[in-house]
Structures are given as C-alpha cells and as structure tokens.
C-alpha cells in the first residue's frame, strides 16, 4: 500500500513531509547542473549548434526545463504516485468507464520489441506480424459486435463517435441526400461527447427525451423522426444501466425513414459474447478497448476507439485499409475514393491493439459471454443491496451498472458529491456522480466482473453507512474527505484566477481576475467534478 | 472465466440475494433471439503461457527498429527511452487510474499534469498548454478550430491555409474533419528550396483565418519562423506552427517566432514508436485563447486548509458541460503518455534536451556532407538548414535505395516518393542518438554501391 494515501487512517496528509514540502514540483527540486539521464558523445567531427545553424535559426531563450538527478526524480515520482488511487489499489465503480483489472501480461506483451521498436513506415514486409494483429482484431470485433468491416484508427471513444458520424454523412453524400439530413438525435441521458461530436462533424444535435421508464421516449422519437434526420446516436445499454429492448423497432423505423443508427458502445462490458449489436440494428459503432478489453486507463487515456460498420458502410471507412493479397500477406491499401480519409496520422492506438487482442484470447467464446454475465450479476447485487437506502434512478433490472440518485440524502444536507467524498474516507474510489444529467444528485456505480463478493459487500457496507451518516450527521460529511492528501479544494478560485503553469515567481495574490467569461469561471467552479 | 474471481457459492448467494434463478435471468429484458447464452463462435481460450509464446511468435514476424541500424523518422523517431520512464510509467497508482474526476484521489495525476502543461509550454515558447490531445495531427485540427474561434465558427474569414512542409498525414486529416465545416482548406507548397515563399503567402494569407505551418518541415527544412509568422499576421491570419520537441531545445521556438498556438507530435520524449501509436498530441498558446482551449487542463489551487493543490479546470469548454457547443468532443485524451514525456524531460533536462538535440544535429550534418559526396547523391535543399532529417537525392528510385539497404541489414528512410510521385528519387534520412557512428559508417558504405543504372 502505498505511503501517501492510507484510506481509512486519519490524518493521511500529515504522513510523510510537510505538506510545503509534499506538494513541491520538479521545478522546485530543480538544481542547475543536475541530470538524470548520459547520453552519448557525438562521435562525428562537427562543429556544435552554432555553427551548424544560422542565428536566425537559434532558439534564444533556453526552455526552463528542470535539472535533477536520477533518485531525485524516481522520489518526486514515486511519491507522487503515492497520491493516487488506482484500480490497482482501490475499488474504483467509476460508472460508464469500466475500470476492470488491467492484466499485468498484456503490458509485457506490450513492451515486446517486436511490438513497441516498430515503425508504421517500415516496408510490409518487416511488419506482417503487426499487420496481423490489426487485422485479426479486426476479425474478433467484427464478430462481437455482428457487423462486418472495422476501422481500429480512432483514438478513443469520442474519436470514434465522430469518425462514425463523418461516416453516416458520407453515405448520405453518396445518396444526394446529406444536404437536408443534417440532424442528429440523441436521448438527452446521453454522454456528452455525443452532442460535442455531431457539431464537429457539422450537424445539428436533437434531444430526445427519456420515458418514465428510463427507456427513449419512443413518442418523442417518432415526433422528431422526419427526412432531416441523418442518423439516430443511441448508447445501449444506456447511461441509465438499462437495456433498450425496443432498440431492433426503433431501427427499423429509423431506416424506414432514411436514418441511420450509431451506437455508443460504451457499455459493451454488459453485451460481451452474448449480444451482438449488429442484430439489434445497429450500422455504425464504436467499441472502447480502454474500457471492454481492459487496456489501461492510464490516468486519462491513452484509450482506442475502432468503429464497427455494416457492409454497405465500408466504402467510407479512413484509410488506410489493412487488406490481405492473394499471396497471404498484408499491405495497406490508400486507394478508396469514398473513403472519409484518415482521422489520425498512422494506423491508430496499435499498442492498445496488442493489449485488446491478448486480452480476448485468454478467453474462449463461453468465458466472454461469463464477463457480461458476472458484470451484470455485480451491478444487479449493489443494486439490490442498496435500494432501500438510495433511490434507484429507476425500477427493474439493471445491466452492468446501476445509477442510485441521491435526492433523499440531498435534502438532509448530504449532496451526491458529499457522499463521494464520504467513500474516499472509506477506502473506495467513488462512482460517477452527477451524470446521466437526467438523474438528479446521479450516483453511477459500475462495479465490473473483476471485483469479489467481499469487496461488493463492504462497499454496499460503506454507502449504507453513509447513508445513515446523511441523516444523522450531514455536516461530517461535508467535510469529508480528511484522510487524503488534500481536503476539498477550491475550485471556484482555480477557475477565476486559472494557474496552470509554475512559474518562479509565484503569481502575485492579488492577480486580477482574466477580463473575460467571468460568469463562465463561476460556472465551471459550481460544478462538481464528474465527468 | 480468467479475471473473473467468484466462487460458484458466490454466484450462487448473490442470485439469490437478487431474486433471480440463474445468471441468464439477468438478461430478461433481452430479446430471446438476439441472446446467446453460450456465447458466441471463439477460438479457443489460451493459458497465460501459451498466449505470451503465441504473441512472442507474432512479434517476432516483425523487424523491430532496435535490432538494426534504422534511419527511419517521418514523425515518429526512435530515440533512447531511459530505464525510469518505464519504471515510474509502469506503477499501477498511474497507469489503473482514471481521468482525475476527483481531485482529492488524484493529486499525483493532476500534479503531473500541471508539470506537464508547464514543461510543453516551456518548450513552445508559449504561455499555457493543455493536458494532451491525441497525437499530433489531430492536435493541429483543434489548433485551427481554437484560433478560428470553434469548429463550425464561421467568421469572415472563411480560409484555411496548410504548408506542404507539414506532415502529408496530418494534411490528409485536416482535410477529413473540414470536409464538413464551411471552410476551404488550401495548401501553400514550399519553394524551391524547402521553406515558404513569403510573397506567395502574404497573398494566401490575405482570406485566411489561419495559416498552419512546420518547422522543421518534413523534408527537414528548418523555416525563418519570426518571418514566417510576420508574413501570415501582416496580412491578417493567425499562425499556428508544429514544431519538434526535441529540436525546439536549440531552434527557435513557436512562441519567439510570433505564433498564436504551436502544436507538435510529443512521441519522441519518452514514448515508444510502437507502430504509430498511442503517441502524443502537444498543444500551447497564449493566454488570450486559454477560454477557447480543446481537452483538459489542470489549474492550481488550495484545499480547505490552504495547502496548495491541483484540480481540472475551466472546464465549461469541455463536453461534459456544454455538450454541442464545446470547444472540442475530446473526453479521454493520453494521459499515460503525458506522463512518460513528463518522466523523460524531467530526467534529461534543459541542459541533456539541449546535449541531445545537438548530438542529433551533428550526426545529421556529418552524415548528409558524405552522402553528397557520394556519386550520384546529393542533397534536395543544399542551401537550406536541417536538424536531424535530411532529403537526400538519389541516383536511383528511393525504393530500389531502400531493397539495397534492406539486403545489407539496414533499414533505410522514408521514399518521399510515397506522398509525392515527383520525389521518388528523395530519400528522407532521420539520425538520432540512436543511430551511432558506426551505423552511419555502415550506410555510408551501403549507399556507396548504389549506382544509376
Ligand atoms: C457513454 C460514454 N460515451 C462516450 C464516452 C467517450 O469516450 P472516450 O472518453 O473514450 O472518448 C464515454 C467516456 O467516458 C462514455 O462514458
């Protein structure tokens, strides 16, 4: 366990240095003549950069990079480190993310030099193994998710909305009719990449609204359903963790009417080996492999996003093609005149490939069909465990996680936010709160398959506690957390007077404000840090 | 199931607990004909064993960039990653965690970043940067989109302009994502000898909103920036340069040029080449566009008891709040790159970044004098400065060069003929601290047998 954060213990942030010291940036251990690095001498007859540059080439003002030796910086790493909870450390429900056990294997498969030393512009020839891979992955994609031709370029989910969206558009060039089909609906639970990636793709998002249910309005869906309408953009399971069981109806009507449907395969963790999309209607998709295929979150990313698309969608996929010869081997193919072009520069997030792939051989069909199975068994357990402390969002069954609301413990004092913090204290990372939007004072909990019975439990354990807590003493809890590093920060102040850089002299205290979006800093500030 | 840790006893006690018969009751919302309960067509499950094997068969297919000499670059470089960048990258508190939702569970995170913001705008001469973006080439369409104003912002200017000196891929790229937005997108090519014609851009520049170029380019030439930039603003547009973050330790950087914003692909500190990707998109402007930002950035603070501390920030850009009118749709970004190059240039510092820099300079000049005394050979922008690529002619196609070098266990660089049939006798040559003196020997006596035919 590491010695910064000891959840649980009181006064964890007063372990180890004092706080000016524990809070110090490399900047601050910085020392002009230290290096943590030896590199080698030139080796040629040449002049140095003076000569070899004109001055007008010359950079004049060195970047103030910091200097420090070799222990220093595994310390100031190490320790910062220490200041974080990770899957590895924590349960961490972070709804919608799917923070699975990331396995330990595929991160060696990874550094391989075989995978990690190789060059996207070596001849095909010195690359057929990793040709392989894209291309096999390509193979188990399409037979997850029941769709025919993938594109592993987009980077993460986002980049693979809107490369799905740029291909929707495309066709609709192709038919003559992208010039009035211009509209996107999207339920109004939707993640908000969904909105943010039809505007990129220049179209125009429309919400649709959610049932009493928690299902699509399929009312309010038929209302908006006319020949403006480009594509249907549906998450399924949706952020709700409920099945849209009218999913295959609603395709046909939106085909019927000329539309498309994406899916938001966010949440493909439920559907694992037992669904597959393409038969619920779907034609575009995108599957997270940061999420799903249990490549790691690394703090924020990297993620991979490769779309799925039936066959009539392949024409407009990015290029390069991954396309095998009549002589068995691989080569990229450029030349697809309808295809969208490419999205990223290379072939996409290959080290994320490698992973994913590992990852689905160390499981046969039935043992995929059993992640969807355990996960859903997890959420469901919470679910139940919890009901009669936390609203559930909405009745029934859930899928892979399960959304409470908070609204009960709001109104003795206790805001979802309070309760999350509330969880800090009691060694377990929280869930997504305050999304879907939809839901008010949304706690999102998505435990995953990998987690044990026992851990479930002492969650459950610690949220009912909290619940009681809410009651009893609300006040407590808004003071929680105290048992990390820091306490709650303040982040009104950081978005009025941004610092985002270190400087060596520190921003005098009374910096005015920046002169413009004042009332845009407020914002922000007021809102809790979900997603 | 490998990862999944429930006993049957478990399984058992929680269906009963939730009321259901069997783990398939679960799933009772679910048309029964689109339900696979057995799961679907799988080849078999392989043992941790077998699977490690199977993959170390498939790498081993591949020639990896380590095990010969290899003067390859064209964006994505081989240099040195030092043994701590793997090792502090590799810890779990890092790499299992999340986007730093919560501020108090990630300071170790969110202060990386707040260093990283700090060590990419230090390099671009710049005042603030973000938390990463994808990779380079996406990170010059979101440049554009800020300093336009936003995505579907159409103001007066209704013009982009690209430099052919930029990367073909991140042109090809840019072309994608505007080829819905009410743009023209129109390239400015290079002159003669490898940089901008100022007059030719004084008058490009005259409709644009911005002018994008790179420098070095990547034919390697290095661009008069400050006159570059000059150029483009006189005439009204806004300059956006992609710029190299190792070279930018000894030439000069966006932010003494004049540039607006400067993006750049961040792989080489620290990241593996790994087939193209993950790599890492760097993004730095001036104060002004901070409001107008893609992505996540990170902003100091103080928690409850005043002690100094790090959260996300300004973050009414970002999708999860204002949802279609956000500056980006960017949601996860790299971060576990954003780290590595963090690691990296904290362990080589201002002064090795500088050492490095310049040892990639002068193997690349030794090596480009004796390859133009070369019969047959010569240099594709003689009067034009370079860091460590060069265009080198060749007497023969570059791919016929390439086959030649193959056989002599070297792998050559980049056939420029690949983006441009026009240069299929232009070779681009990338030298590192990698690639050590006696590989240079050992190219050098390779190119000497190529002949015109
Ligand atoms: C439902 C949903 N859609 C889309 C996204 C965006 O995916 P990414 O962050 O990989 O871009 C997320 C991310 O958290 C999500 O939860």
């Known amino acids: 366990m590491s010695a910064g954060v000891r959840p649980g213990q009181a006064g964890g942030a007063g372990q180890g240095p004092p706080p000016e010291l524990a809070s110090r940036t490399i900047f601050e251990e910085s020392r002009p003549g230290r290096m943590a690095v030896s590199l080698p001498e030139p080796g040629v007859p040449s002049p140095g950069a003076e000569a070899l540059l004109p001055a007008w080439a010359r950079r004049a003002v060195p970047p103030a990079l910091p200097e420090v030796g070799e222990l220093q910086l595994v310390r100031h790493y190490t320790r910062l480190s220490q200041k974080n909870l990770g899957i590895d450390t924590t349960f961490y429900p972070l709804g919608s993310c799917t923070m699975k056990y990331n396995p330990r294997l595929n991160e060696q498969i990874a550094a391989l030099p075989g995978l990690a030393d190789i060059h996207p512009y070596q001849d095909p020839d010195q690359v057929q193994g990793a040709l392989e891979l894209f291309y096999e992955l390509e193979q188990l994609l399409a037979q997850l998710t029941g769709l025919e031709a993938v594109s592993l370029q987009p980077a993460a989910g986002a980049h693979g909305e809107l490369t799905g969206l740029m291909c929707i558009r495309a ?98 963790n439920a559907m694992l080996g037992v669904i597959r999309p393409g038969d619920l209607g779907v034609d575009v998709m995108h599957v997270n492999l940061h999420k799903t295929l249990s490549t790691p979150h690394g703090g924020g990313g990297p993620g991979s996003g490769p779309i799925a698309v039936r066959s009539f969608l392949e024409p407009f996929l990015p290029v390069p093609r991954i396309v095998r010869g009549e002589d068995g081997r691989l080569r990229l193919e450029t030349d ?93 990372h929280p869930p997504t709160i305050y999304f879907p939007l939809i839901v008010p004072e949304a706690l999102m909990i998505e435990p995953t398959e990998t987690e044990t019975r026992e851990t479930l439990d002492r969650f459950c354990d610690a949220m009912i506690e909290l619940a009681e807590l809410a009651a009893r003493d609300p006040e407590q809890l808004r003071q929680a957390p105290r048992t990390l590093p820091v306490r709650r920060l303040d982040e009104v102040r950081a978005a009025r007077q941004p610092v985002l850089r270190w400087r060596a002299e520190p921003a005098p205290a009374d910096r005015p404000p920046l002169a413009e979006g004042d009332a845009c800093a407020a914002a922000s500030a007021g809102v809790p840090a979900t997603r | 199931m490998r990862y999944v840790p429930h006993t049957e006893d478990d399984v058992r006690a929680m269906l009963q607990r939730i009321g259901v018969a069997d783990l398939d009751a679960l799933f009772a919302e679910v048309p029964r004909e689109v339900y696979h309960p057995d799961g679907l067509p799988w080849p078999p499950r392989l043992s941790e064993a077998e699977l490690r094997r199977h993959l170390e068969e498939i ?84 440049a554009l989109f800020m300093l336009q104003g936003g995505p579907g912002a159409a103001g007066e200017r209704r013009r982009v302009v690209l430099s052919t000196g930029i990367h073909p891929e991140y042109r090809q790229v840019v072309r994608t994502y505007y080829a819905h937005l009410p743009y023209e997108v129109v390239e400015l090519p290079l002159d003669a000898r490898g940089r901008t014609d100022l007059e030719a851009l004084a008058a490009a520049a005259r409709e644009a909103a911005v002018f994008a170029f790179q420098s070095p380019s990547f034919y390697g030439t290095i661009e008069d920036a400050r006159a570059v930039c000059e150029t483009a603003r006189a005439a009204g547009a806004e300059v956006v340069q992609v710029f190299d973050p190792i070279g930018v330790a000894v030439l000069t950087s966006p932010g003494e040029a004049g540039a607006a914003a400067a993006v750049a692909e961040g792989q080489p500190l620290g990241i593996p080449v790994q087939f193209g990707g993950p790599h890492l998109g760097l993004l730095a402007t001036r104060e002004r566009y901070v409001r107008r930002m893609p992505g996540r950035l990170v902003g100091r603070t103080v928690d409850l008891e005043g002690r100094p501390g790090y959260v996300l920030t300004l973050q009414t850009r970002e999708q999860h709040i204002r949802r279609e009118r956000a500056t980006s749709n960017i949601c996860t970004n790299v971060g576990l790159m954003a780290l590595r190059a963090t690691i990296y240039l904290a362990a080589l510092g201002r002064r090795g970044l500088e050492t490095l820099a310049t040892i990639c300079l002068q193997r690349a000049h030794h090596a480009a004098c004796r390859i133009a005394e070369l019969p047959g050979f010569a240099l594709r922008y003689p009067e034009t400065p370079f860091f460590r690529e060069v265009a080198v002619r060749c007497p023969v196609p570059a791919a016929e060069v390439n086959r030649h070098l193959e056989a002599r266990g070297i792998i050559g660089g980049l056939d420029l003929g690949r983006f441009d049939p026009a240069e299929e006798r232009t070779m681009l040559l990338c030298f590192t601290e990698m690639t050590t003196p006696a590989d240079i020997e050992r190219l050098l006596g390779a190119l000497a047998e190529v002949r015109a035919s």
């Open chain 1, 171 to 268: 066709w609709h060039v192709s038919r003559g009719e992208a010039a009035r089909r211009t509209r996107v609906l999207i339920p109004d639970s939707a993640h908000g990449t969904n909105p943010a990636s039809v505007t990129l793709c220049g179209m125009e998002a429309v919400p649709v609204r959610t049932a009493d249910n928690g299902r699509v309005h399929l009312a309010d869906l038929e209302r908006k359903l006319d020949e403006r309408v480009a594509a249907f953009m549906i998450t399924n399971p949706s952020t709700l963790g409920l099945f849209e069981s009218e999913l295959p109806a609603m395709a046909e009507r939106l085909h019927a009417a000329g539309a498309l449907v994406y899916l938001d395969g966010a949440n493909l």
């Open chain 2, 59 to 142: 790498a081993a297919r591949n020639v990896p960039l380590s095990s010969r000499p290899s003067f390859l670059g064209a964006g994505a470089y081989h240099h040195y990653i030092p043994a701590v960048v793997d090792a502090l990258a590799a810890r779990g508190e890092f790499l299992t965690a999340y986007t730093p939702y919560q501020p108090e569970a990630s300071q170790g995170t969110l202060q990386v970043i707040f260093e990283f913001q700090t060590m990419v705008a230090e390099l671009a001469g710049l005042e603030v940067a973000n938390a990463s973006l994808y990779d380079g080439a996406t990170a010059l369409v979101e």
């Open chain 1, 336 to 428: 697809r005149p309808q295809s969208i072009g490419r999205v990223k520069a290379f072939l996409g997030h290959a080290g994320m490939v490698w992973r994913a792939y590992a990852y689905l051989r160390a499981h046969s069909g039935r043992d995929l069909a059993g992640v969807a199975k355990h996960a859903v068994l997890n959420a469901n357990y919470i679910r139940v465990r919890l009901r009669d402390h936390y609203e559930v969002a909405y009745p029934g069954m859930c899928m892979h996680e399960v959304v409470l609301s908070a609204r009960r413990q709001k109104r003795l004092g206790a805001s979802a936010l309070d309760i999350a913090k509330g969880l800090l204290d009691r060694g377990f």
